[in-house]
């Protein structure tokens, strides 16, 4: 736990709501003395889905060329590496597998963001949860994990919890553990997402007792602040680090798409 810190989830303003260049988010790492960072914004997707909060396919070889820039530029400095967060939605895995095919990715973080066509952390759609038995939400949603798990397009599974972003959380449990074993059978990591503070629901992803249960299963974490803002980057990681420590969780990095730590 006293190894150096990476920054393994931000990104930048190609995803469409995030603002500060990828030059400030790397200085902005160098200032709270990590290590090292791994840009993950939003992967393109097929037109049809989530279009105003991702990059479009062709705005992708502009992202690898900016983080490239900014790797050179504090070489010796700051590790800089190159990642993208991935949707899960049953239908476009081909897609996804196309666009990862494109370039060496050092990480890549599967997401589910959707349970349908419902863009369920998106504030403007909140109201939708007083419409859901939460039960069911949390049992659908992590069946859509287990298939992110399952697929082998991705090196960990993002903020495992999602859905308790605005306060909803899950009143059953269960389907959180069977996802849990999924994910540790296929040898994923699991997003230790420090946004969820910065949240109303005021608690990291996973929750304390899941991340319990992740550690027990032999799930490492790769810390992540989801930084949409340079201020944002490294956000409270030396609480995630205790955290983590308490739960005696085991904090690792990707370069190449090899686990590191």
């Known amino acids: 736990m006293t190894a150096p810190l990476f920054d393994s989830h931000m990104h930048t303003p190609l995803c469409g709501h995030a603002t500060g260049s990828p030059r400030e988010y790397a200085q902005a790492a160098l200032d709270a003395g990590l290590a090292g960072v791994c840009f993950t914004d939003h992967m393109p997707m097929p037109a049809w889905y989530d279009a105003p909060w991702r990059m479009r396919l062709d705005q992708l070889d502009a992202y690898i060329e900016a983080v490239q820039a ?124 420090t ?27 790769v810390l992540g602040s989801d930084a949409h803002a340079p201020v944002e980057v490294g956000f409270r990681f030396t609480d995630a680090r205790q955290a983590l420590q308490d739960a005696g969780g085991r904090v690792v990095t990707y370069r190449g798409g090899v686990r590191r730590g």
């Open 70 to 193: 900014v790797q050179a530029e504090f070489a010796g400095r700051l590790e800089v590496r190159l990642g993208l967060e991935a949707d899960f939605h049953p239908g476009t895995e081909r897609f996804v597998e196309e666009v990862l095919a494109r370039h060496p990715w050092d990480y890549v973080i599967g997401s589910v963001h959707y349970l349908g066509a419902w863009g369920f952390d998106n504030p403007e759609f909140v109201a939708e949860y007083g419409a859901r038995d939460l039960g069911q939400l949390y049992t659908q949603y992590y069946a859509l994990v287990e298939g992110a798990a399952r697929s082998g397009l991705f090196d960990a599974v993002g903020h495992l919890d999602l859905p308790k972003k605005f306060g909803h959380r899950d009143p059953l449990g269960a389907a959180a553990l069977r996802a849990l074993d999924v994910i540790a059978g296929a040898g994923l990591s699991l997003d230790f997402n």
């Open 195 to 221: 946004a969820g503070w910065r949240k109303p629901v005021a608690e990291a992803y996973p929750a304390p007792d899941l991340t319990r249960e992740a550690a027990g299963r032999g799930i490492p974490f």
